[in-house]
Every structure is written in C-alpha cells, then in structure tokens.
C-alpha cells in the first residue's frame, strides 16, 4: 500500500526516520511512503505557497495553486489515490475510520496544511476531510504520520502476529483488557491469579468481563456507540 504526503516538509518523512513496525514493513516493500514538496509548486521566483486572508485576520493562508497543481501532479503519476486533506475540522479518526482507509488501493494521498490553515477551496480538490482530534496542531505532518502508522498496521503482513489486531484496543468496540508480564509480584501488586492458572477458557472469561468493565468507565459512549 502506497501512502503519499504533500507537505511543505518533506524531509519529515525520510523512510529512514521510521522506527519499529513501519520501518520494517518500508524495507520489506510492503508499504512505500513518498513525500512531495509543495514549495515546488509555489508561484514566482520565491515559490510563494501563502497569502494573507481575504476579510483580515492574523497569520497566512495556504493558496489554492500550489495545492492543486501538487495533487494534479500526483494523481498523474500515480492515479486513484483516495485523497485525504488533514484538518482539524474533519471527520474524525478512529479505528473503524482507520480500517476503512486501509481497503483504500493503490493508497493514501495526505495532505499536510500549515499556518492559519488552507484555503477552503482546496476541499473541492479531495475525497475526504480527516481530523486526528479535538485539537490544534501547527502543521498536518504529524496528524499524517498518525494516520500512515495506524492504517500501515492493517495492511496484510506488516504486524508480526495479525491474530493482535482482532485483540486489541477498538477492534470489537472495546478497549483491551488489562495486560501483564513478569514478575508475578512487583512492589505489593500480584498478577491476577487467573492468569497464571492455565485455565485458556476462564482467561478469556475474565479478559472479556474486564474489557468490559474497563471500556464501561473509561470510556463509555464506546458501548452507547455500539460500533464495531
Ligand atoms: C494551525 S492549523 C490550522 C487550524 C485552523 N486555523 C482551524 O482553526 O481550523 C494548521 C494545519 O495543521 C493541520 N492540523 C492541525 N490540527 C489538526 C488536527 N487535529 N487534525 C488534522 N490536521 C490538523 C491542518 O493541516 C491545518 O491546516
């Protein structure tokens, strides 16, 4: 699976700086992470990319040319992106979002705004309008690299042992159960007894009751919502 990112910071995204599981999927070829330089796309000879808002108010504003003729660039040569502008004012990410995407063939087009934000007739130009939360970040580098990391997992081969994914967090509409490894005392607290019983179906019993409780606390509209 292919992800590409238009951003003003493309250095960001060297295939080198990418630790652990995606790392391992870039050498193994099984995803490929290409980032396009959006100054390449700027106007005159100081590659402007921005302006001031039309109406006042502080701060730049991405222009439209620039973006554009980055995305007509891409989709040239690589055509049928599923293309994704990053902002605060879109549709939120979750896991279930997150596997939608990862369906998404050839890939993913991410773009990364900067500054007081993007034109907003730059929203005519892609698929989807994604939010990684309830916040304001100053640039979408690191919501795209949210998003590349949370889909590469799903695509087939990069997880060590995919039979993880149908455990963890949000893929049942639960969070997880409570985890634990050695020792089987550490500072006055013990292991919950049934995990070291050996006893495979009260283990899962006890995961189940606890995913429950858990996700009935911490996070309960997860159960209201009902999702898978
Ligand atoms: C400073 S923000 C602009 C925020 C904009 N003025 C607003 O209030 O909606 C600059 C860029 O960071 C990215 N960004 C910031 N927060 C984000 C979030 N929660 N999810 C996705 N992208 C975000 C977007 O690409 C945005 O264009």
């Known amino acids: 699976m292919e992800f590409h990112v238009i951003t003003l910071f493309p250095e960001l995204f060297a295939a080198a700086s990418w630790p652990g599981m995606v790392g391992r999927a870039l050498k ?3 995803i490929k992470i290409q ?3 959006l100054r390449e796309h700027g106007l005159g000879s100081y590659r402007q990319v921005d302006d001031t808002p039309y109406g006042g108010g502080s701060g730049m504003v991405l222009r439209p040319e620039p973006l554009f003729a980055a995305i007509e660039v891409v989709n040239q040569t690589r055509p049928g ?6 902002t605060p004012q879109g549709e939120p990410l979750d896991q279930a979002l997150v596997r ?8 993913l087009l991410l773009i990364a705004g900067r500054y007081e934000g993007i034109d907003d007739r730059v929203s005519t130009a892609v698929d989807q309008e994604i ?6 970040l100053s640039g979408g580098e690191l919501a795209a690299m949210v998003v590349i990391e949370a889909v590469a ?10 039979e993880s994914l149908a455990e963890e967090s949000f893929a049942d509409g639960m969070l997880e159960y409570p985890q634990y490894t050695r020792p089987e005392e550490f500072r006055g607290m013990r292991v919950p007894e049934i995990l070291l019983s050996g006893d495979h179906r009260k283990i899962q019993e006890w995961r189940k009751t606890e995913a429950l409780t858990r996700t009935a606390r ?3 509209e997860l159960i209201r919502r009902g999702r898978p």
């Open 28 to 30: 193994a070829d099984l």
């Open 35 to 37: 980032a396009h330089d």
């Open 81 to 86: 992106l599923w293309r994704i502008l990053l």
């Open 100 to 107: 939608e995407l990862s369906g998404r063939r050839p890939g």
């Open 131 to 136: 939010s990684i939360g309830d916040y304001v």
């Open 153 to 162: 997992r799903l695509v087939p081969g990069v997880l060590g042992n995919p």
């Open 218 to 220: 911490r996070r309960p």
